[in-house]
């Protein structure tokens, strides 16, 4: 009897190891994958999730072990720039077993994340979900260039005055970052004077006509180079006199060298003035894609 008991505990020993192991590699495969898992039971208990799901969704993995859905989706929420729209879907899934789902996720900050949700069977039997995550930023973007182009296009083709193309320009740019202050400025060389034929400030009126002087869009059509200026760029030119700094301190300003057949003749410029830096190098490639 006691050698049968040994036999039958080093049994056990052995199925649980290999039990373990196939539990390691299961985590290891997931882990492997550039999409991020998550599964839950028919409960809404998180039962397995993968490393690039924490990553995609910032979410410490100590709420992910407890299980808790909930919690994980309390946390997830502020990411998010249609949060409700996000947990309506999410209720109306858990709702309805047998569906399957796609759909894209917004964020606030402009990452985008193609979301696709599958029931987890077993035999044959929904007994789950299977959430997956894709970042697919890149690509989505990709496709919002070349609508702006298209859309650029058109109106040039449309439109008769200046002002009103300058508008749909405003437009096409708005849907590729946040450009509620925008404005596009105009270098007259034979008169020396810089005007401003379209110019949409929250803080400031439309500038008069002036000689130019050395505020950052003089910067931009004195070097004919793209400029992102933040934080401490700003205070470095202006310590070196490259640009003085002239109306309301902007958190960010963004301007693109605007190319004519003798060289640069304006600029398009982006600017915020409260909370963090919001525009990026890869908003300053797409405003010199759209200056273009």
């Known amino acids: 009897m006691v050698g049968n008991s040994g036999e039958g505990e080093a049994g056990e020993e052995r199925s649980l190891a290999a039990l373990t192991q196939e539990v390691a590699l299961l985590q290891a495969v997931l882990d492997s994958t550039e999409d991020g898992l998550l599964v839950v039971d028919g409960a809404g208990t998180i039962v397995r999730f993968n490393r690039r799901f924490a990553e995609l969704w910032r979410v410490p993995g100590e709420i992910l072990r407890s299980g808790d859905d909930g919690r994980a989706l309390a946390y997830v929420l502020d990411q998010l720039t249609d949060p409700e729209g996000f947990l309506a879907k999410v209720k109306e899934l858990y709702a309805q077993p047998d569906a399957v789902s796609e759909d894209l996720l917004h964020f606030k ?81 034979s008169r020396g004077l810089l005007s401003f034929p379209y110019f949409v400030d929250t803080l400031e009126p439309p500038p008069e006509p002036a000689p130019l002087g050395r505020g950052f869009t003089e910067y931009v059509l004195r070097t004919g180079r793209p400029l992102l200026a933040t934080g401490d760029l700003v205070t470095e030119l202006a310590d070196r006199g490259e640009v003085e700094l002239v109306g309301p301190p902007s958190v960010d300003w963004m301007g693109v060298p605007l190319a004519g057949e003798d060289g640069t003749i304006g600029a398009i410029v982006v600017q915020s003035y409260d909370g963090e830096p919001r525009l990026t190098a890869e908003d300053l490639e797409l405003l010199v894609f759209v200056s273009g």
Not at 159 to 168: F, H, I, K, S
């Open 109 to 189: 900050d402009r990452r985008v994340l193609e979301r696709t949700s599958r029931p987890q069977l077993l035999h044959g039997v929904p007994a789950g979900r299977i959430w997956s995550f894709r970042d697919v930023t890149r690509r989505y973007r990709g496709e919002v260039v070349r609508d702006a182009a298209y859309r650029i296009a058109v109106a040039a083709q449309k439109v008769r005055e200046l002002p009103e193309l300058c508008g749909a320009i405003h437009e096409v740019v708005r849907g590729l970052m946040p450009a509620e202050n925008f404005y596009i400025a105009l270098h007259d060389r």
